[in-house]
């Protein structure tokens, strides 16, 4: 059974990768520091698989802890990097405690990696590299540019790092640019875990729906958009977890070394005040919300072509 080491794999997509990898006959090496996610989610993959799952603790930006779960698993064929720090407003208030997580943990992946003879890595990048882009439909070929937050810039340095990392011969690698991933496994038992205040849309909506919110924040009406809200390409997250298991499949049958990169999203575009009224047509639910002035690093509008 080819195995796949998978950072940040109790995380929101990196959980639901895991139970897609198990169904795909692959075995996931997964490690996680627990910063984001709690190790319940552990149990919570089990309990889908029908099975324990291998799990490290591990703290990615010391490059011994990487070592030795390498060490451990001498027969690992790739790695699906997510472990991350995410939030674009928390990056905006903390650049430093982003540019030195996001970046310092996946060089000391890439280090490690090579001392250890791995060569495919499928890379969490995200739509954020193109910044604020002149035409909002945006494919592969759109120019990478300054992002909006230093998440965006962490993710677009990212990518820098494993472009020339690549070229000296030694890695496979595929950075997949994701969009706005939603939605949750069809058996509920895992999906985007929430402390505290959402992060996100959909859990926001969702928690308002269920009375656990007052009402939802919409964070500016005044872009230029349909209907001034932002605009944004949500896709459900198995999508995005599928992906990663075909991207890690086409890199362990390959037999070159090369990068390249691909968007994921549907292709279409839904506002903010869309999405809201999405839900109440679909729920019969009403959901209160009031109007804030825009966010720091929010993007006007973005979408897959």
Do not use: W
Not at 137 to 161: F, L, R
Not at 263 to 281: C, D, K, P, Y
Not at 284 to 291: F, G, W
């Amino acid at each position: 059974m080819t195995q796949i080491l998978v950072t940040g794999g109790l995380g929101y997509i990196g959980s639901h990768t895991v139970v897609e990898l198990i169904n795909a006959g692959y075995e996931p090496i997964v490690i996680d520091n627990l910063s984001e996610s709690p190790i319940e989610v552990k149990a919570r993959i089990e309990k889908i698989v029908g099975r324990e799952i291998i799990f490290r603790q591990v703290e990615m930006c010391d490059k011994a802890a990487i070592d030795a779960v390498l060490t451990e698993f001498p027969k690992i064929a790739g790695s699906i990097h997510f472990a991350a720090f995410l939030l674009v407003n928390e990056s905006v208030t903390a650049p430093l405690k982003y540019y030195y997580n996001n970046l310092l943990s996946t060089m000391n992946l890439l280090k490690s990696m090579e001392e250890h003879g791995i060569r495919n890595l499928v890379y969490s990048s995200s739509c954020t590299v193109y910044g604020t882009p002149e035409n909002p439909h945006v494919d592969e070929s759109a120019p990478v540019q300054p992002a909006e937050s230093p998440y965006g810039n962490t993710k677009k340095m990212g990518e820098e790092i494993l472009r020339d990392f690549t070229a000296t011969g030694v890695m496979n690698t595929l950075s997949l640019r994701y969009f706005n991933p939603i939605g949750a496994h069809p058996s509920s038992i895992i999906g985007e875990f929430q402390d505290g205040e959402p992060h996100h849309l959909v859990p926001y909506i969702t928690e308002t729906a269920i009375g656990k919110r007052k009402e939802l924040k919409v964070f500016g009406t005044d872009y230029n958009t349909r209907d001034g809200s932002c605009l944004r390409d949500y896709i459900h997250v198995i999508d995005i977890a599928k992906a990663h298991i075909l991207s890690v499949q086409h890199l362990v049958d390959s037999e070159e070394n090369g990068y390249d990169v691909i968007n994921l999203g549907s292709g279409n575009g839904s506002t903010v005040l869309e999405m809201i009224h999405a839900f109440e047509r679909a729920t019969n639910i009403s959901i209160p919300y009031h109007v804030a002035p825009r966010r720091a690093g929010d993007v006007p509008a973005v979408y897959a072509n």
